[in-house]
């Protein structure tokens, strides 16, 4: 009898046992269709050992029906998931599902139709396809996004292909990408990076499992540090990942690769098209060391990729809070890369030029070997960073910028200088309300306010997208223009510098700006071009330009991220406020920084200012010490929710009435979670705070194993949350 245990993807059902058909062979990895009631479904063959034991007698056992044409995946990737899935207390089901997250890369043959416009009008217009041909000008995807994208049902297309009004285009989702060259445009490394090099290179040709933190100041020139390994990778064949946490803004990035390596390395996103999404997936999967994918560059899901033949993993800008996933299977990318590089037996390199204070630690601990370039490359030198206190100098009523700063931006402008002024904080304003009666604007969906974006002429809540239009009164008294801006974004700052400094060429510089590569690029090059002489950004312009007449920095709100109780918030502030202080004067002009605060003695303000890394990481070491964060302690949070808010306080309610008594382990709550409503869903929240030795994910798994929910119930994990 030949059985088979297969991990489906659906969380509820857990591994399913099935009966491999004569002729079929299958191993371990193997990704093959199967049978599940009346469906079929995708699942990969697993080995049994690690599974619960099987239940279905060998006569009740369906056959499988076949086997996808993917090469099976790896041992190295199956034990990355079931490592995922046991640490964050996911499902593996939930994990293996990220692998394949594809989905569409795996089912079918290599080639896939889509659909653009072509000449013809269609005999008869309708409404529906009216709106289809406005909205696909230019566009080419298959069927269902073209669907999406146009808003109209797939029969209005299927219509318009019968017509010839759709054409439809056949996709090769195996022709090659063109090959990266290791020596294309080589550079002269200084020594201090060519010895970081050497140490990843070394790494590499040794096959081992090597942590490294390369730990370096802003245009110390880190990225061309670890091209030189990549360029290592590329001349041995082996695969290299680059994760990066703001993929919008890769765009400098990407011609940065390919000046050095001659051709753009892969990108992978959640928003690719599926024929790109098919088309990268099989070529990092390929055994083919002349046609397989070199290096990809992606978000934290490119980590679960099938690589064929990895050499080398970067975490750049490791420290970034985005390689936190905040829902689903809530990992940290930054540390799952490090396991990946564990089971892949290669060297990973976390490079940063602040970074997690965990990092540290484990260099300190000696499990990461610590890699140091100590000063900026070419003699740039680091900004000075001074502060302006708000309450000595308030900016005049109604606005932001104090005069300190609108004294250097008018010099800057007198000699043909950029500043940038940083806000993170997109739209308007982030609180609207009614001058007369006090009503605010809020959304239906979450605990949060709506923002107002004057550019789109919308209030939008950022965590679930609702939107509506600032209606001409208000919604609750009913007065006309009554509506009052409490507070400002970015819009409402470039509104500002333009009235101070009306010649000025200001440009805004926000995900709602900037939200192509076209546009990314068009900005990166009037920047260069010296046709822009303010910058005012959100964190978008913190990382990764390089503007060498860029000589400003005015931090408009550095108290901003220290509101609320987030343990992690001075570590943010420290490292949003370094990166973005690192654009300025990486020229031969030096920089200058401007901080506005109020509150000049908070110690990672005072830090910042003395330019005095180690007082701010002494200071945050001590302060986690005492509230047994991480590193020293551990937490772990349970998030309950559920549409009906009642449903989900008693479920939060039973998993706290069964909680266990430990020694080492404390559980506060549960209480409403910061965001109580989030997306439509009511949310309580447990916090467990453990030793470090203790075994969280046992308690938990223990904990919440016994305990039986209502359908519309959801219960989510969050080891080592980043939010509290
Ligand atoms: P980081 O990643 O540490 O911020 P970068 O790698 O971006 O630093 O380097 C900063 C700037 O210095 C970039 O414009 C980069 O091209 C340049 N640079 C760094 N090292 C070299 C080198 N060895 N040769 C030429 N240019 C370099
Ligand atoms: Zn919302």
């Known amino acids: 009898m030949n059985r088979v245990r297969l991990v489906i993807f659906n969380a509820a059902l857990g591994p399913l046992d099935y009966r491999v058909p004569d002729g079929m062979q299958v191993g371990p990895g193997s990704v093959v269709l199967a049978p599940l009631g009346p469906r079929q479904i995708t699942g990969i063959v697993w080995e049994t050992e690690r599974l619960p034991a099987a239940t279905v007698p060998d006569h009740k056992l369906r056959p499988l029906l076949g086997k996808l044409p993917v090469p099976p995946l790896r041992a190295e990737l199956r034990r990355l998931v079931e490592w995922t899935a046991d640490y964050y207390c996911a499902p593996l089901a939930s994990v293996a599902r990220m692998v394949l997250a594809s989905g569409g890369a795996l089912k079918g043959p290599a080639t896939m139709t889509e659909y653009r416009l072509g000449d013809r009008e269609p005999d008869r217009m309708t409404p529906q396809r009216e709106k289809a041909m406005d909205a696909l000008q230019g566009e080419q995807a298959t069927m269902r996004e073209l669907s999406e994208l146009a808003g109209v049902s797939v029969g209005v297309l299927r219509g318009l292909v019968t017509q010839g009004v759709l054409e439809p285009v056949e996709v090769d989702c195996d022709r090659p990408y063109p090959r990266a060259l290791a020596d294309f445009a080589q550079p002269v490394l200084n020594p201090s990076q060519q010895e970081a090099a050497n140490r990843f290179i070394h790494a590499m040709r040794g096959g ?74 099989r070529a990092i999967a390929n055994g083919d060391a002349k046609a397989r994918a070199q290096v990809v560059v992606g978000a934290r899901s490119a980590l679960f990729l099938p690589y064929a033949a990895l050499g080398l993993i970067v975490v750049d800008e490791a420290h ?241 991220g220290l509101e609320g109780g987030d343990l992690r918030a001075a570590e943010r502030t420290y490292q949003q406020v370094a990166q973005v202080a690192g654009r300025a004067g990486r020229g031969s002009k030096p920089g200058e920084v401007l901080l506005q605060t109020r509150h000049p003695e908070a110690s990672v303000i005072a830090a910042l200012a003395a330019g005095d ?70 949310r309580y929240r447990l916090l467990i705070n453990a030793r470090r030795t203790a075994q969280v994910q046992n308690i938990i798994r223990e904990w919440l194993g016994a305990l039986k929910f209502p359908q519309g119930v959801r219960v989510g994990v969050d080891i080592d949350p980043y939010s509290f």
């Open 208 to 281: 081992q499992f090597t942590p490294f933190l390369l730990d370096g100041v802003t245009g110390s020139g880190k990225t061309e540090v670890y091209f030189e390994a990549i360029a290592e990778a590329l001349a041995n064949e082996r695969q290299v990942l680059v994760l990066l946490p703001e993929i919008a803004l890769t765009e400098a990035f990407l011609r940065r690769f390919e000046t050095r390596f001659g051709v753009a390395p892969i990108v992978w996103h959640s928003s690719l098209k599926s024929t790109e999404r098919r088309r990268a997936w």
């Open 613 to 682: 890394r180690d007082a701010f990481y002494s200071a945050e070491t001590e302060a986690r010490r005492h509230a047994g964060a991480p590193p020293f302690g551990r937490w772990a949070a349970i998030i309950v929710s559920s549409e009906d808010e009642a449903e989900a306080r008693d479920a939060a309610r039973a998993i706290g009435g069964s909680r266990p008594d430990l020694p080492d382990v404390m559980v506060l709550g549960p209480a409403p979670a910061p965001m109580a409503l989030l997306r439509g869903r009511y």
């Open 320 to 560: 970034e809070v985005s390689f936190k996933q905040d829902d689903g299977v809530r990992y940290n990318a930054r540390d799952v890369a490090v396991m990946r590089a564990r089971f892949e037996k290669i060297p990973v390199v976390l490079a940063s030029a602040t970074p997690a204070l965990e990092s540290l630690q484990m260099a300190e601990a000696g499990i990461y070997e610590k890699v140091d370039l100590e000063s900026r490359f070419g003699g740039a030198q680091m900004p000075e960073i001074s502060i302006v206190d708000l309450r000595e100098t308030p900016p005049e009523r109604g606005h932001w910028l104090a005069p300190p700063l609108v004294t250097e931006m008018k010099l800057r402008l007198e000699r043909g200088e950029q500043s940038l002024l940083f806000l993170n904080r997109r739209g308007y304003a982030p609180l609207t309300l009614c001058r007369h009666c006090g009503f605010r604007f809020q959304c239906p969906n979450c605990s949060a306010w709506l923002v107002e974006h004057r550019l789109s002429n919308r209030l939008t809540c950022h965590h679930c997208g609702h939107e509506t239009r600032p209606p001409p009164a208000c919604p609750e008294c009913g007065t006309e223009d009554c509506l009052v801006a409490c507070g400002p974004g970015v819009e409402r700052i470039a509104d500002e510098v333009r009235e101070i400094l009306p010649e000025a060429r200001v440009a805004l510089v926000t995900s709602d700006t900037l939200n192509s590569p076209e546009k990314a690029a068009e900005f990166v090059a009037q920047a260069e071009g010296r046709a822009i002489d303010v910058i005012v950004g959100t964190q978008l312009v913190t990382k990764g330009f390089h503007f060498p007449e860029l000589t400003l920095v005015g931090v408009v709100d550095a108290d901003l």
